[in-house]
């Protein structure tokens, strides 16, 4: 029997972004979202889960620090996949008895707006099934309740978070729209330009924006399913230009609904603005929109782009962002990536 699994998960940058609950305990969303899951090289969460039967207490340690396990995200996702195990008959049932120690690593930037909540609690729910046995099943309504993000990195490829019509969230998963291998001329640049804890984490800001915002009435009714629909054409149709256009504007609006929360939230700064400015540059310089961005809950940059402008983009980048004692940016690639057949459930 074996009593400890390691494994790794990889972020995922939404397209489409999920901003607000509905049922806040659940982790219910009110409108759908989009999201690319990117190559794990420079971006993933490792998670070791090891049981014990010496352990007095469950444990978890994230980036070499001890955080308090008994939060009620983690303790949920633990709960509902031991019930699962138990109902499973693969199961390994002398496991479930033992207390756990989770030891988690993230290699960029935890709580910086670069999906660390989503690689985070998928690698954690992974691993968890991983160690009890669990074989292929649904599993990103689990990671759901981790955090709302994390359901799409249980996916490689293109992945749509369908919000559900369930009180009890049972339909509101992720599904795989289109696999990595459909689109692989799609590149990512990330522009790291602040890697420190964002000061309103996303799920106080969303919170703070479905009480006070009037935006996000009008974002969820009028222009979220009409995006969901756009870009799932886009992507099948591998057409960058649509893609690029609906990401940045689904972008703008989402950091629109942050200023219209009371008190604002404001996450990009002088130089997420500079970088928004330069891709409307570069596209104008083109002729045709060869570049988009696309920020979360933090001023760092996550650019899609067709990969033989990757080389171009970062030059133009380098000299107008230039790395000296103003700016520290720092750029981490990446592509859309399937999640390995082995390890994927
Ligand atoms: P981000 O923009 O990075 O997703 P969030 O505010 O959404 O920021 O979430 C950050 C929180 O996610 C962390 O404070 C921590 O509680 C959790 N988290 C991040 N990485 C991990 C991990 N590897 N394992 C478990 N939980 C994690
Ligand atoms: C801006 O998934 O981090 O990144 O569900 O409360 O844990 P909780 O929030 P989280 O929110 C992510 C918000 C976003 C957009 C997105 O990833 O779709
Ligand atoms: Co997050």
Redesign the pocket.
Known sequence: MQNSVTVIAPVNI?VI???GKRNEQL?LPIND?L?VTLSTADLCSKTTITADPSYEENKIVLNGKEENFDNERITRCVEMIKHRALESESCSKELLAYKIHVDSENNFPTAAGL?S??SGYACLVYALAQLYGLKKQEISDIARMG????CRSIYGGFVQWQKGVQLDGKDSIAVQIAPASHWPDLHVLILVVNDSKKKVG??SG?ARSVLTSELIKYRVEKCVPQRIHSITQAIKDRDFSKFAEITMKDSNQFHAICLDTYPPCVYMNDVSHAIVNFVHEFNRNEGETKVAYTF??GPNACLYLPEKYVKRVLAFFNHVLPNDNQNSVEYLRGTPVDIDEETEF
């Open positions: 939404a972004k999920y901003w982790i979202s999201s999906a909540s989503a955090s709302g993000s994390a996303s799920t969303m979360d809950a």
